[in-house]
């Protein structure tokens, strides 16, 4: 049933715009009233048109890598937008911008969505814009039809996404102290980084979050993989954020001359490696799942054409929904690289690099973000971010949910990325939706 | 039978030193003569004393790189060993230090024989110094005993062997013109390094030997195998000196982001090389001979744990005294790595690095090699060099033959590299008993 064209057929031109405020909140809208809509040009004009001004790159997308001047000038210009959707605006300790707009029930803790507006390294316009100015855009749709929901609303933009959800992690998990004298991709460590953008190093503990005073948290976001688009599906409904684990991987051999040294007695690392690398595929395919391993980096020292590899150095990266499955595939992978290593008489050795748990969705959200989603007549698909996200570390003191929309192509991380209009604009009205159904549904 | 003790025996107490030079080389010394002696301490003084401290490391070893100023310390030491050995000596114009001396008979070509003195960065003290030094004794020891050869004897102290045979291949085949301006180890372009060394780089031409000019050439040299080390042999003949093919060889596959991008979506260019690598070991060790295959070189890109390798840089190294094997393993491996490619949706291309062609060793001058270790009661085995030589570049315009001592444990280009004093003596004697039955079988 096309509930979208039902809708239109029985309201007509009733639009929420033209009802006072507090008269639709007290009526609560019934389940098949139509949502207020997400000025789609206007979205679309600040994205592309403003958004990706900020840090352009002359090849496409945009390097507005965290603590940057083209982060900072991007800021300026999301609290302007912020302003205009009638927002409070403060900046916590971590950096984070919070726009605030109070509910009608002041005993309620807040709903809160939003994202990220800083790139990796030569990224693309849509990893975190999309769902930043969305929640925006949800937030001044809301101002304009004068919609006043029960709970606070919070819009977070997050600082620090891409470097490793800085901004999202301080207020939630909190960091650990050495972590700010970590370098960021800006040049900056992370506490230059924190108070160049107007947040205080000093005082994090200040912006924590307690467990409870944030209702839920939604997100959207583009999929950044090509699931969606492959199965022509309109909307994700995320079912969790994979928990990510990396280790440096280092094979060690015998360096000695390529020339003089017959083919049998070699101990050569990088036939090692070779093997390695095809090992990790076999073992992480070899269940059935959802579950990622890749080999990123690879290099063999001394590194001469004429000189047999005497050290390889490389990486391990696993991801799963399931914290469990991937320490399982760690250990084969491990115990499978040491009988390749003890068989050609080479050595190696695993470094933890990094490690995120998986964040599962909570059920309360993934519900309403379905509704909003079948209420527009779009088809959905449950499915798991393969990529880290704020929702992550929000996850840890809240129910979180997220909305993704099609990737074309899959592309990520890279000026190619793309999404369609057509699928922003769904997306920040299933975003719209959901909040509502929120702030019907949660206590 | 031992024949070194029968010479012992018989001759006693005659030794060369005790017969005035002309009767000793009007009467031809009879094949079962004891040739004269190497002084082994001088020779080890010379070698471990003194050449080892021009470019001396902390850590061991040297670094003598070719037109540095450990290098014409280096040169100004030999130089005057030469001129104790009575040698006259001449630099020519590509930096070769040449030490001359006459012989009875006029019309004939010189005995050439000779090594380098330059080192790899972080090199050993062997490679090179042993036939420089090992040749310029052979010339004090005839010129102490008095001994006059029939030919003209000339001591041959390449320049830059290590960059690639440049004093070498200068006065033999010539160097392209566009090789002048590459770099070298020293920072010096080849050009002003020949200049640094008193050389002359626009009077090349000058410099180049014809075919003819030589009667033969002869260099002694470390293994920088293990082969005579592990079957415990003296001295090793070598056959011929290897050709050498390198490549740069490039996969492309996509990179994307490993976590949305599901294993069986991927265009990993890692995947692609890591079965190239075990692929070029399978073609090489797939015919019996002593062949050898390497992938010295490879890093993936963009190098990230959290990326799925778009690029991956490798390399292909082939070696064998059969230029026509090399071409052959060369296309099995070009197509084998076309097939990886196609079946994993990724491309590869080869692109020419470097080649050196096989030179074989003259049997008039391996067969003196072999007689004169026979007469001191050496084993040996005939073998081919698997790492280039000036030997390879002479071998264009005479007969030449080397002389291989043990390498300890087959360690070369490195501060381990290591033989031990009496293979050197060994190696010495041997080349020393070679040029004296150079002299009497060559016209």
Known sequence: MNRRGFNRAVLGSLSAAMVPAPLLHAARAPEHAADPQINGPRLMEQLLQRMAGFGKNPEGGVSRVAYSDADLKGREYVSGLMREAQLEISVDAAGNIMG????????????????????????????????SLGAIEVARTLAERRIVTRHPLLVTIFANEEGGLFGSRAITTGLPPDE???PSSSGKTIREGIRFIGGDPDRLDAARLRKGSVAAYVELHIEQGGTLEREKLDIGVVEGIVGIKQWEVVFEGFANHAGTTPMDRRQDALMSAAKYVQMVNRVVRAEPGRQVGTVGKIQAFPGAPNVIPGQVEATLELRDLDDRKVDRLAEAVMAEARKIADADGTKVTFRPLHANIAAPTDARVRAPITEAARALNFSTKVMPSGAGHDAQAMAQIA??????????????????????????????????????RLDRAMA
Chains 1, 2 share one sequence.
């Open 100 to 131: 605030r707009r109070a509910g009608s029930d002041p005993g309620l803790p807040a709903l809160a969505f939003g994202s990220h507006i800083d790139s990796v390294p030569k990224g693309g316009n849509y990893d975190g814009p999309v769902g």
């Open 399 to 436: 129910p979180v949910g997220m909305i993704f929309i099609p990737s074309v192509g899959g592309i990520s991380h890279s000026p190619k990325e793309f999404s369609r209009p057509e699928d922003i604009l769904n997306g920040a009205n299933v975003l719209l939706g959901t909040i509502l």
């Open 180 to 182: 700010l004298d970590h």
